[in-house]
């Protein structure tokens, strides 16, 4: 498993095809966005323009450990793009949309956590490479509101558990990647 983090648009998501075309002919991307408007259509088109033709594409961002056991084909590679809006969206179901006053962040931490798990548990189940994409929040200021804050906690853990379980770690900043790990 091959980490890659870095902050809103630092690169990472070129860095990472990078590394996944130099290392897999095929290769089965896992988009976790959802289209909620029209900007976020523009941006997933971008993002569709970019990568390779004959990559596969799976859309969705629930139980990935069991998209990558059952929906890999054999010799591809994964590149899973990206973490955080699959902890956003997973997030925002667990809330049913409930306010931020409201919600038990502990015990959607554990739900989200568990989800986390099963990607590293898959992820080390297979022999072909898995890219996955993150983003690193805790590079600013604590934000102001409580949902927020509690998103960059419960994102940072999570991507500290993908660091450990992660063969290769790279930091990408102004487009430049560093491998840490």
């Given at each position: 498993?091959?980490?890659?983090?870095?902050?809103?648009?630092?690169?990472?998501?070129?860095?990472?095809?990078?590394?996944?075309?130099?290392?897999?002919?095929?290769?089965?991307?896992?988009?976790?966005?959802?289209?909620?408007?029209?900007e976020?259509?523009?941006?997933?088109?971008?993002?569709?323009?970019?990568?390779?033709?004959?990559?596969?594409?799976?859309?969705?961002?629930?139980?990935?450990?069991?998209?990558?056991?059952?929906?890999?084909?054999?010799?591809?590679g994964?590149?899973?793009?990206?973490?955080?809006?699959?902890?956003?969206?997973?997030?925002?179901?667990?809330?049913?949309?409930?306010?931020?006053?409201?919600?038990?962040?502990?015990?959607?931490?554990?739900?989200?956590?568990?989800?986390?798990?099963?990607?590293?548990?898959?992820?080390?189940?297979?022999?072909?490479?898995?890219?996955?994409?993150?983003?690193?929040?805790?590079?600013?200021?604590?934000?102001?509101?409580?949902?927020?804050?509690?998103?960059?906690?419960?994102?940072?853990?999570?991507?500290q558990?993908?660091?450990?379980?992660?063969?290769?770690?790279?930091?990408?900043?102004?487009?430049?990647?560093?491998?840490?790990?």
């Open positions: 498993m091959i980490l890659i983090t870095g902050g809103a648009r630092s690169g990472k998501s070129r860095h990472a095809e990078q590394l996944a075309a130099a290392a897999c002919e095929r290769v089965l991307y896992i988009a976790t966005s959802t289209v909620t408007d029209e976020m259509a523009q941006r997933v088109s971008q993002h569709r323009a970019q990568r390779p033709a004959h990559w596969r594409t799976w859309e969705g961002y629930r139980d990935l450990g069991e998209v990558i056991r059952h929906r890999l084909q054999p010799g591809e994964v590149m899973l793009e990206c973490v955080t809006t699959l902890l956003a969206n997973l997030l925002y179901d667990i809330s049913g949309g409930a306010s931020p006053d409201l919600l038990d962040f502990a015990a959607a931490e554990r739900q989200l956590q568990a989800q986390v798990d099963d990607l590293i548990d898959a992820c080390r189940c297979t022999l072909q490479p898995v890219y996955i994409v993150t983003n690193e929040l805790g590079m600013s200021i604590t934000p102001e509101n409580r949902l927020a804050r509690h998103f960059v906690d419960i994102a940072g853990r999570a991507n558990a993908l660091a450990r379980a992660a063969d290769e770690v790279w930091m990408v900043v102004s487009g430049i990647g560093v491998k840490i790990k």
